[in-house]
Structure formats: structure tokens, C-alpha cells
């Protein structure tokens, strides 16, 4: 009798709930359904849309609606419901209430990067952010410029070994091993020469595959699943790579725990962000945990390396694109940097390149869009948006949203001029994304950014090997905003042509 009961009890219990969360999500899809969106097909959302075709006219449809609707534009793709935003107003008061990351994100990239930044919330990433920010002090970041120089010169002499030789220069593959150089020798004081013998260095193929592995767990919707996920092939790469590249980075750490007990002070040791997270203290006099700096700098390179990669390729491109640009940026350069080192200080002195770099950036920006997850529910165009929704921050389509931007397809440089600065809204313009989440390597990514590309400008003057227009650029499917003509390029020494 008393088993019976208790059967019936937990039968009901189960029914309750289910019968809850199907009420729930019945009253959150018909609020969904409400919403200004574009048309859709019942079967398949818009699976086909967002999915399938060329990547420009995917790019095309988004703009299309988002312009229609920038305060708050509905799509559904697969399971997921995401609500784009384009509006700068809209996007200033919604990063306003602190929204958290997606905990897809961390769901997605918790077996290679952990709980860094990039995934964390709440107290954890606020007390993390405090004591990661030290590492990008003006003093340390200075430190890093001798390391921009010698990667970049790396690249330089492979250059110009290649163009002697006849080979083709694809600025892709080239840009993918300089900032990964870059960032190893930034965060550990790791001489890699990944720039030269690449796929042979087990670390490199490891971070390549598993960047790769993690996009295209964001892009398909079955991969985002850990059950289906691990089963699969790809999914048993990943997890064996995952491994390989925190046992890596964790003996990287131990390597520097042991430097630092040995010399008995930090100020003998090089400046690294290994070195500056293990020696920063919080307001309790704890420093991040071991484990914790491991998730920061497998966060470090999963973020920073690619992402400025694609910013670089964009970047040569549109210098090459426009050659009485690029002959203004490299006037500019000479006039600096003709009979001395590039330094620190002296970065700002670039305006035009700055504005170069910032307007290729405002119609290419690397990361086209940012997630974040409503925790307590929010006002967006009218609507009372419930906790649980993604909202999605449409960086591309408020960087060319003609209501922000006069005439918003034309590169024009001079939109970021000091008189003209001031107009731009800081909610206008957000490569790095904006609020308190805003991307805490954005300064490092400039100062890289102008260093590379001034030494290339200084050495070289770029022309297409086939020459293209503008409008025949085609976009790579990816997470990132990747430009999918192999960008081949003529290199012209400046010393034959003054």
C-alpha cells in the first residue's frame, strides 16, 4: 500500500513538472512568436537563412531585418531563439543591466579554456577581471612592443625569402602563426618559432584544432550537445586535444612557480602574464588559484589569436584596396619611424593608421556578434523579455546601420578624425563589444595591430597578385567575420620605389 502511494505521489510530482515546463515554454514560444521578425517556415525556422547560401547573403538577410527592426529583431535557428539587437540605445541600456554570458558558452569550451573570463559570471569573473586587469597596464604593455618587432620581422624574412623564390604570400596563413608567436612569447615567455616550422609543434596543431573544433560547435546546432557531440569523431579530437593542451599550459605554470620560488622575487623573472597573475594579489591577499590561471590563458590564446589574425588579414586587405590609403599610412610611418625603433609612446602619433585600422574594423569587425543571457527580465522595444532569452548584440549590422553611419558601406578612414571622433557615440562602435564585459585585451590587439602593420608598411608596398574589387570579397562560414579569398599578395620593397 505504502509503495502504491508513494508511485502514485512521485507520479504526480513528475507530472506537475512536466506539465510546468511545458505551460513555460508553450507561453515563452507564443511570446516569442509575437515578436517583429522576419517571415518563417514552421519546419524549418530559419534554418535555411541563417545556414544555407553564401555567407554575404546570410549577411544581407540579417541586415535586412535588423535594420527593419533594430530595438528588438526575432529569429529562431534550430532549438535556439535569439533576439538581435542593433539599436545603439537599446544596446547601451541592455549591457547596462550586466547581463551574464550564455551558459552554452560555457558548456561548449569548459574542457579546453575552463572557467576564464570568456565563460565565467557573478562574483568569480568580477574578482578575476580586478586582478587580470594589472596585466594590461600601459607599463607592462610597453614591455610587449620588442616582442611585436621580432615576431613580425620573423614574418618579414619569410617574405621575403618567399618573393625571391616565387612563391605565393596568402596573408591568411601567414597572420594565423604571427599573433599565436606573439601570444605565447606574451604570456609565458615561449619561444615557439611557430612561424617557421608550424604544424611539426604539437601545441600549435592542438590550439589550431581545437579553435576550429570550437567554432564549428557554435555553428552546428547536433554539436552543441555533449552527448552526440563526444561521440562523434570531432568530438573525440577535441577531448584528446583538450588534454594535450592543459597538460600543457598546466606544466607551463609549474615551470614558472618554480622559477619564482627558486629566485625568491619576481623582479628577476621575465615579464609574461603567467609571472603577473601568479605575483597579483587580491584585497584578501589571494592570488588566482593555479587551475584558475590555467582557464585565463587558454582563454588568452583561444580569443586572442584568431580574432586579431582575421582583424590583420581585413586590415592588409584594405590597405591593398585602397593604395592612396595605404601610401598616406606609410607616409605617416616615415615621418616617425624612418631613423628609429618603433616605441610605445610614440603609437598614438599614428592618427591616420589608427583610423584606418578603427574604419576597416567598423565595416570588418572580427567578431560580427556577442551573446549574453537575460537573468532577470528585461525592457527591449516594448516587450518584457523573459529571463532565460538570448540576446544577441549585432556588432557588423550596427556598424553599417545608416541611421548610425552617413553613407555606411564606404570605407572612409576620416570618420574616425579628432574632429569627427567626438561624434561617435561609444555605443556606435563596439569591435571590442562595451560595458563592463568589453574585451580586456582591446589595447594589447591595437598596439599589435599598428606595430605589425607599420613595419610591413615600412619594408613593403602591397599590391593584389590578381587584382579584385571590393565588392567580390567572400566571407568564410565561421564564428568570426573571416574573409574567404585567399588574400595573395605582391610585395614591392619601398627602397626600389622612392
Known amino acids: 500500500m505504502i509503495s502504491r502511494v508513494g508511485g502514485t505521489i512521485i507520479c504526480a510530482l513528475l507530472l506537475i513538472t512536466i506539465t510546468y515546463y511545458v505551460i513555460r515554454f508553450v507561453k515563452r514560444f507564443v511570446f516569442y512568436l509575437r ?32 535594420e527593419k527592426y533594430p530595438q528588438i529583431c526575432r529569429y529562431f535557428l534550430g532549438p535556439f531563439v535569439f533576439l538581435s539587437i542593433s539599436d545603439p540605445e537599446t544596446i547601451k541600456y541592455f549591457l547596462g543591466q550586466k547581463p551574464p554570458k550564455p551558459s552554452i558558452y560555457r558548456l561548449m569550451l569548459d574542457r579546453w579554456i575552463g572557467d576564464g573570463l570568456l565563460s565565467s559570471n557573478g562574483r568569480k569573473w568580477q574578482r578575476n577581471r580586478k586582478l587580470l586587469t594589472p596585466a594590461f597596464h600601459y607599463s607592462i604593455l610597453s614591455s610587449f612592443l620588442p616582442v611585436y618587432c621580432k615576431a613580425t620581422h620573423v614574418m618579414l624574412d619569410l617574405w621575403e625569402e618567399l618573393s625571391v623564390n616565387g612563391g605565393e604570400i596568402v596573408v591568411q596563413e601567414f597572420a594565423q602563426y604571427l599573433t599565436l608567436d606573439i601570444l605565447m612569447q606574451c ?11 608550424r604544424e611539426t609543434i604539437p601545441y600549435v596543431n592542438d590550439v589550431n584544432m581545437l579553435t576550429h573544433i570550437s567554432l564549428l560547435r557554435f555553428l552546428h546546432n547536433l554539436y552543441k550537445i555533449d552527448l552526440y557531440f563526444y ?26 612557480v618554480d622559477k619564482l620560488s627558486s629566485n625568491g622575487s619576481s623582479n628577476k623573472q621575465e615579464v609574461d602574464f603567467i609571472n603577473i597573475l601568479l605575483t597579483t594579489r587580491d584585497q584578501n591577499g589571494n592570488r588566482l588559484t593555479d587551475q584558475e590561471i590555467c582557464d585565463e590563458i ?68 572580427p567578431v560580427y556578434s556577442v551573446i549574453r543571457e537575460v537573468d532577470t527580465p528585461v525592457s527591449l522595444g516594448g516587450y518584457l523579455v523573459p529571463r532565460g532569452s538570448l540576446v544577441e548584440i549585432a556588432i557588423l549590422t550596427l556598424h553599417t546601420n545608416k541611421n548610425v553611419w552617413p553613407d555606411p558601406c ?13 561624434k561617435v557615440s561609444p555605443y556606435n562602435y563596439i569591435p ?22 607599420s613595419l610591413i608598411l615600412k619594408k613593403y608596398r602591397l599590391e593584389f597578385q590578381e587584382p579584385f574589387l571590393e565588392s567580390e570579397l567572400t566571407y568564410e562560414r565561421d564564428i568570426l567575420n573571416k574573409l574567404k579569398t585567399p588574400l595573395k599578395l605582391r610585395l614591392l620593397p619601398i627602397k626600389e620605389n622612392n
Open 410 to 422: 564606404k570605407f572612409d578612414p576620416m570618420r574616425f578624425s579628432k574632429e569627427n571622433i567626438n
Open 432 to 453: 571590442f563589444s562595451a560595458g563592463e564585459r568589453n574585451c580586456i585585451g582591446q589595447v594589447f590587439a591595437m598596439n599589435e595591430l599598428r606595430v605589425v602593420c
Open 231 to 256: 561521440l562523434t569523431p570531432t568530438g573525440r579530437l577535441y577531448k584528446q586535444a583538450s588534454k594535450r593542451s592543459r597538460a600543457f599550459t598546466r606544466n607551463l605554470i609549474a615551470e614558472h
Open 187 to 197: 604570456i609565458g615567455s615561449l619561444e615557439t618559432n611557430c612561424q617557421v616550422k
Open 298 to 365: 587558454d582563454t588568452f590564446v583561444f580569443e586572442g589569436h584568431d580574432t586579431t589574425a582575421t582583424a590583420l588579414t581585413w586590415i592588409l586587405c584594405y590597405l591593398t584596396l585602397y593604395p592612396e590609403h595605404q601610401e598616406t599610412c606609410r607616409n605617416e610611418i616615415m615621418n616617425y619611424f624612418n631613423e628609429h625603433d618603433l616605441e610605445l609612446q610614440d603609437l598614438p602619433k599614428l592618427e591616420f593608421l589608427t583610423m584606418f585600422i578603427k574604419e576597416t574594423m567598423r565595416l570588418q569587425s
Open 35 to 66: 515578436l517583429p521578425g522576419p517571415p518563417y517556415n514552421w519546419l524549418l525556422r530559419h534554418e535555411v537563412d541563417l545556414t544555407a547560401g553564401d555567407l554575404s547573403e546570410i549577411r544581407d538577410f540579417k541586415r535586412k531585418y535588423n
